[in-house]
């Protein structure tokens, strides 16, 4: 009885300590603990006596999984351990505008096979070559835009 017990206990406190600690390890090792505890209860006490301590962990299990998601984040403990700042950047440059941008010439700033990178009134676009392929140098038109980059062709 006091070898479940223990197990369970040790569960407990890996799968809790899975929250300060990067990596699966402790709570792969605390749900082990766990499920050895449920072996040796059936094997101690037959199937009436597993099942009332697997009842018994599923709701160790449950109660450990609330207090580490629901009630930990709203603590002032928790507070502290959770990021609570967002960051407003963005991660690709803003296109430009079709109106400001189509139908005037590009340079090719490198080789676009069919893609590279295209200057137009001094700034750098990423660009998509209709044509298939354009050379470091080579005077294109801006002819669209799609998701992410303009959409030239050679004149």
Same mark, same amino acid.
């Given at each position: 009885m006091n070898t479940i017990l223990l197990l369970f206990l040790l569960g407990v406190l890996l799968l809790a300590g899975e929250v300060f600690v990067p990596g699966a390890v402790l709570g792969f090792i605390g749900g082990a603990a766990m499920l050895a505890g449920c072996i040796i209860s059936f094997q101690q006490f037959g199937p009436a006596g597993g099942a009332l301590a697997t009842g018994i962990a599923l709701a160790l299990l449950g109660l450990t999984l609330y207090i580490e998601l629901v009630w930990l984040p709203k603590s002032r403990v928790g507070k502290k351990l959770v990021v609570q700042s967002a960051s407003d950047a963005t991660s690709q440059p803003p296109l430009a505008e079709p109106s400001l941008v189509v139908g005037k010439t @590009?340079? @090719? %700033?490198?080789?676009? =096979?069919?893609?590279?990178?295209? %200057?137009?009134?001094?700034?750098?676009?990423? @660009?998509?070559?209709?044509?298939?392929? @354009?050379?470091? $140098? =080579?005077?294109?038109? %801006? %002819? $669209?835009?799609?998701?992410?980059?303009?959409?030239?062709?050679?004149?």
């Open positions: @590009a340079e @090719a %700033v490198t080789t676009l =096979a069919p893609s590279g990178y295209v %200057v137009v009134d001094g700034k750098r676009y990423e @660009a998509f070559c209709q044509n298939g392929h @354009a050379t470091k $140098g =080579a005077s294109l038109r %801006v %002819v $669209g835009l799609d998701n992410f980059r303009l959409i030239v062709t050679k004149p």
